[in-house]
Each structure stands twice: as structure tokens, then as C-alpha cells.
């Protein structure tokens, strides 16, 4: 995760970083990030509260960003907050902003620190976190991306020992009569038990992967190269194929061009798999 961080902050200050904007809820966001940094404070014995208004919040945001955003925030409360504390997640409109706080009853931040606080490896104490290790680049990260949302971060806190409050604030989106639930695909309906083929030179990745879609329901087989793929394919016809590109003997690219060739092949679902960079 720290090579990860320095790497967006790195692509943020180049603009290499290209937001994937569309209408998206907060809550689902919200609660992605809560069940992310959960094993942190389950860990820490904290509790966490969460406080989400009845209405839906409508932003037009990049939703894996903003989990990054919630989670680095809830991530610092659980790690600058004294064992058996309480992390606090809520949420409200605030006229044409969406604002979010998350707050702990943790270390605090002293006067002095609140206009660095975001600042690149700036920490508050490192005696106090707990054993979890950081570079202290997790809250200029959060500034960065919430800046390119068109937000902003603001920190505050009554002082030492009297616990912190992050608050976020986002552009609304103005409108969302676009908004609509897609239809349910007639091919691959939502629930629907499907014949699934896994192909990945991975053993224990297509068999872990495996055993997932047979606890969803699924009827699933699994190939480890190429050659096998194009058999099983051949005698299964599944419904989706989880194709890894990197495969000996043939490739993905290779195993999807054949598929795609047969006549019952132009409908199957093939989705990619890879772990290339």
C-alpha cells in the first residue's frame, strides 16, 4: 500500500492520473471503505459508527478515489486513536455540497499542526500510531484527490488527546435525471446459474476463483494453458470464460480469436484476466 501511494502521488503531480467520473451514490462508497479498514479497528478494538442521511447523495466522482479518499481517512483514525476507541463516518447535503466527516476520539492534532497536516511525510507523533508504520503521505494523497474532484479536505481538532475530524467536501451533482438502473442482461440475467470456464496457468488462483462462482452458484470448470482452454470450450460451450492472457502454450488473445470464430462463439462472455501490469 505505500508503494501504491507513492506511486498516485507521484502520478497526480505529473497528471498522469485521469479521474473515471460518472453519477455514483456516496453510501456504497461510504461503506466500501468502512468494511476495508473494519480489520483495523476490530484489531484496535474501536468502534465504528456510520451516519448516512435516508436520501440518497448524488456525485459525479470517481468512486474507486473517493473509497481511496474514506478509506486513508478511516485507515489514520483507527491508527492515531488509542485502543477501544470510536471512528465516526457521516454524511449530509449542505446546499449545493455533499460534506463528509469522518472523526475519532483519538491523539488529536495540536493547533500548530493543523495547516501541515497534509503536507507530504508530515506525522503528528509517531510514538503514538500504533506500530502501523507510514510514510505520512496518506492525508496528502487524500488532499490531492479530493482537489481533483473539485472538493476540499479541512482538519480540525481542540488539541492534544481530544480526539480529530476530517471534513470533506464535494460538488453535488446538480443532475440526475440521467440516472437510471440498467436492464438486466436477457443473456446473463442478475442471479441466473451460469456455465463458467476459468482458464489461468495459476492453479491455486483459478481454483480459489473457482470455488467462489460455485458458492454464488455456478456450474464452473477450469483449465490451466491454452490447448485445454479450446477443449473444454469445445465441449462445454459455457455460458462466460475468465481468460487469462499470459498462458503457455496458447495465449489469451489466441484462445479468445478462436472462440470468437465459431459460430456459438461470437455470444460467450469472455472477460479478461490478467496480471500484467
Same mark, same amino acid.
Given at each position: 500500500?505505500? *508503494?501504491?501511494?507513492?506511486?498516485?502521488?507521484s502520478?497526480?503531480?505529473?497528471n498522469?492520473?485521469?479521474?473515471?467520473?460518472?453519477?455514483?451514490?456516496?453510501?456504497?462508497?461510504?461503506? +466500501? %471503505?468502512v468494511?476495508? %479498514?473494519q480489520?483495523?479497528?476490530?484489531?484496535?478494538?474501536?468502534?465504528m459508527? #456510520?451516519?448516512?442521511?435516508?436520501?440518497?447523495?448524488?456525485?459525479?466522482?470517481?468512486? #474507486?478515489?473517493?473509497t481511496?479518499?474514506?478509506?486513508?481517512?478511516?485507515n489514520?483514525? !483507527? @491508527?492515531?486513536?488509542?485502543a477501544?476507541?470510536t471512528?465516526r463516518?457521516?454524511?449530509?447535503?449542505?446546499?449545493t455540497?455533499?460534506?463528509?466527516t *469522518?472523526?475519532?476520539? =483519538?491523539i488529536?492534532i495540536?493547533?500548530? @499542526?493543523l495547516a501541515?497536516?497534509?503536507?507530504?511525510?508530515? &506525522?503528528?507523533? /509517531?510514538s503514538?500510531?500504533?506500530?502501523?508504520?507510514?510514510?505520512?503521505?496518506g492525508?496528502?494523497? *487524500?488532499?490531492?484527490?479530493? &482537489?481533483?474532484?473539485?472538493?476540499?479536505v479541512?482538519? /480540525?481538532?481542540?488539541?492534544?488527546?481530544?480526539?480529530?475530524?476530517?471534513?470533506? /467536501?464535494?460538488p453535488?451533482?446538480?443532475?440526475?435525471?440521467?440516472?437510471?438502473?440498467?436492464?438486466?442482461?436477457?443473456?446473463?440475467?442478475?442471479?441466473?446459474?451460469?456455465?463458467?470456464?476459468? #482458464?489461468?496457468?495459476?492453479?491455486?488462483?483459478?481454483?480459489?476463483?473457482?470455488?467462489?462462482? +460455485?458458492l454464488?452458484?455456478?456450474?464452473?470448470?477450469? %483449465?490451466?494453458?491454452?490447448?485445454?482452454?479450446l &477443449?473444454?470450450?469445445?465441449?462445454? /460451450?459455457?455460458? *462466460?470464460?475468465?481468460?487469462?492472457?499470459g498462458?503457455?502454450s496458447?495465449?489469451?488473445?489466441?484462445? !479468445?480469436?478462436?472462440?470468437?470464430?465459431?459460430?456459438?462463439? @461470437?455470444?460467450?462472455?469472455?472477460i479478461?484476466?490478467?496480471?500484467? =501490469?
Amino acid at each position: 500500500r505505500l *508503494v501504491d501511494d507513492l506511486l498516485d502521488l507521484s502520478r497526480i503531480t505529473h497528471n498522469r492520473i485521469e479521474l473515471r467520473t460518472r453519477h455514483i451514490e456516496l453510501a456504497p462508497v461510504i461503506r +466500501q %471503505a468502512v468494511l476495508g %479498514a473494519q480489520p483495523l479497528a476490530d484489531s484496535a478494538g474501536h468502534a465504528m459508527q #456510520v451516519s448516512l442521511p435516508a436520501k440518497p447523495l448524488w456525485l459525479n466522482a470517481d468512486a #474507486v478515489r473517493l473509497t481511496q479518499v474514506f478509506g486513508n481517512l478511516l485507515n489514520n483514525g !483507527c @491508527k492515531y486513536t488509542p485502543a477501544g476507541g470510536t471512528i465516526r463516518v457521516s454524511a449530509q447535503r449542505d446546499g449545493t455540497d455533499v460534506v463528509v466527516t *469522518v472523526s475519532d476520539t =483519538g491523539i488529536g492534532i495540536p493547533a500548530d @499542526k493543523l495547516a501541515s497536516i497534509f503536507q507530504m511525510f508530515t &506525522e503528528v507523533d /509517531r510514538s503514538l500510531e500504533q506500530s502501523q508504520g507510514g510514510l505520512g503521505i496518506g492525508l496528502t494523497l *487524500v488532499k490531492r484527490l479530493v &482537489e481533483m474532484h473539485g472538493g476540499s479536505v479541512e482538519a /480540525r481538532s481542540d488539541g492534544v488527546g481530544q480526539g480529530s475530524a476530517f471534513v470533506v /467536501r464535494l460538488p453535488a451533482a446538480i443532475d440526475v435525471s440521467d440516472v437510471s438502473t440498467p436492464a438486466p442482461s436477457e443473456s446473463l440475467a442478475s442471479g441466473a446459474m451460469h456455465q463458467i470456464l476459468v #482458464v489461468d496457468d495459476n492453479k491455486d488462483s483459478a481454483d480459489s476463483l473457482a470455488i467462489l462462482l +460455485q458458492l454464488t452458484g455456478h456450474e464452473v470448470f477450469v %483449465a490451466h494453458d491454452g490447448h485445454s482452454a479450446l &477443449e473444454a470450450v469445445e465441449l462445454r /460451450r459455457p455460458d *462466460v470464460v475468465l481468460l487469462d492472457i499470459g498462458l503457455p502454450s496458447l495465449n489469451g488473445h489466441d484462445v !479468445c480469436r478462436w472462440i470468437r470464430q465459431q459460430p456459438w462463439g @461470437k455470444t460467450t462472455v469472455i472477460i479478461a484476466l490478467t496480471g500484467w =501490469g
